[in-house]
């Protein structure tokens, strides 16, 4: 397997490591000859990991592309939930508790570099923090009151190592890079009580109060307990064995929290964490279709050095849209030069990778729901009513937010789109996903790959009625088993 040690500026990088290349974040990012490498490990040592930089953009294009990283966009976005930090650390409270017990002081830090500290003692310790966030430079602050509890936990680039640790950890990395295995935390999964997060804020809910009536309903026929919860009941997630997300879906909503905690205690799932940090990352779909040849709208990926020739690919009028974008949230349209050249600063500023694509009007978009591989309902969403999306939250009467739709059996969806739909849900494993596709000129293409799609009442019911929320249960116990 090729290995590569991906880092901001190669020119700057101090450690001799044998038979890995040193590559610079920026090249990994743009050079095509990356996208197409096959069987590659990549180790992301870049100074910063912060959402949507380039540092986050390497570990989650490695992911599209079928690269295996470390640190993977799970681990990176875990170090920014202090809540969920807690929460794990406390899995190993004793180690912490016995580890730190004779130092003097209320504060402590514990540097890991590739999971070893330059002291003996913290070895256990180290690992364990390293087994969880498999980050390889890490710094964990430690604060003690009545007992030993973790400040903070952060990343942390070579230049902000202490000269006295460099010896020391050039002896670490070499005994890291040479392993065949590198650690990861394994999932069990348990038994009955399903927990379904809803947010009573959510501005577009998965599903409508009929239809989590419903799945209520119908798990108590199917021997399942099912109770609505909310994010602000985090802490009773451990009493459940099953959670059901009906909230939107984003990297940094509580719907992520929650998914993360469940894997993390063996909870099952629908939908899981790394669903989330794929489907929601419009960059990162845009990689993983093209490296697996589905038909999409023309795609570029921007960024600052490509901006200026991106039309030359995509025409004009053309669609952008900003890596996390939902429920057509972020996705603007540039009907010229002078509106893409604005749209595109301000959208930059947010993100170093965003996401054009050509203009592909359509009457209606086909959405496919697919559980565990397997298509269980079809629609046909038509546009918002004089928009050029399905929504259009612009519109001063809220009946006309959304456009109308059709349920409509599988057996009657033309065979092409049922099979697109299946070969994009592959890419992201068993679960629950929406395909949405266009057909525009007999040429298929997939717009998109929801990982929370809608199931309201009335919609995405209305052929197969409580089939759709048996699937859904039936998929979830059999998690349990």
Not at 97 to 124: C, E, P, R, W
Not at 268 to 290: Q, S
Not at 466 to 480: C, F, G, H, N, Q
Request: proline share 4%; hydrophobic share 40%.
């Amino acid at each position: 397997m090729n290995k590569y040690i991906v880092v901001n500026q190669p020119e700057k990088w101090n450690f001799s490591i044998d038979n890995i290349t040193v590559i610079s974040s920026q090249d990994y990012l743009t050079n095509p000859k990356y996208s197409l490498l096959k069987n590659a490990r990549i180790f992301n040592l870049c100074k910063d990991y912060s959402y949507q930089s380039k540092g986050y953009y390497v570990s989650l294009l490695a992911e599209a592309r079928g690269h295996l990283p470390i640190p993977t966009t799970k681990n990176i976005v875990d170090l920014k939930a202090l809540k969920l930090v807690r929460i794990v650390s406390d899995e190993f409270d004793d180690v912490i508790q016995q580890s730190l017990k004779n130092i003097k002081s209320q504060d402590f830090t514990l540097s890991i570099y590739f999971g070893q500290n330059v002291a003996q003692k913290y070895k256990n310790l180290s690992a364990l923090f390293y087994k969880h966030f498999q980050v390889p430079f890490l710094r964990v602050n430690f604060n003690h009151n009545t007992k030993w509890n973790i400040q903070g936990i952060k990343a942390i680039s070579e230049s902000e190592i202490p000269k006295e640790h460099i010896s020391s950890v050039h002896e670490f990395a070499n005994q890291y890079f040479s392993k065949k295995r590198y650690d990861t935390a394994k999932v069990n999964n348990y038994d009955f009580d399903l927990a379904i997060l809803v947010n009573p804020n959510d501005p577009a809910p998965p599903s409508n109060p009929k239809a989590l009536k419903k799945f209520v309903e119908i798990a108590e026929k199917m021997n399942i307990y099912a109770e609505i919860i909310e994010p602000k009941d985090l802490s009773r997630l451990s009493s459940f064995d099953a959670l059901f997300l009906r909230q939107s879906t984003e990297v940094n909503n509580e719907a992520y929290t929650f998914a993360r905690k469940a894997q993390q205690e063996g909870i099952a799932i629908i939908d899981y964490p790394d669903a989330i940090l794929k489907c929601c990352n419009k960059v990162y779909m845009a990689e993983a279709m093209n490296n697996a040849n589905i038909g999409t709208p023309k795609t570029v990926i921007v960024h600052i050095n490509n901006r200026n020739v991106v039309l030359e690919q995509t025409g004009l009028p053309c669609v952008l849209k900003a890596p996390d974008s939902t429920f057509s949230f972020g996705v603007k349209k540039a009907k010229n030069k002078e509106e893409y050249d604005t749209l595109v600063t301000e959208m930059l500023k947010e993100s170093d990778l965003i996401i054009a694509q050509e203009f592909c009007p359509s009457d209606y978009d086909w959405r496919i729901g697919i559980i565990d591989n397997k298509p269980f309902y079809a629609c046909k969403y038509y546009m918002a009513k004089g928009h050029w999306q399905i929504y259009n939250w612009k519109a001063t009467d809220k009946n006309e937010q959304d456009g109308d739709a059709d349920c409509l059996p599988i057996e009657d969806v033309p065979k092409n789109v049922i099979d697109i739909a299946l070969k994009s849900a592959k890419l992201m494993g068993l679960g629950l996903y929406g395909i949405d596709i266009k057909v525009v000129e007999d040429k298929l293409m997939v717009i998109e790959i929801n990982d929370n799609p809608n199931i309201d009442f009335g919609v995405e019911d209305a052929y197969y009625g409580d089939a759709v929320y048996t699937e859904i249960l039936t998929a979830l116990k059999k998690r349990l088993t």
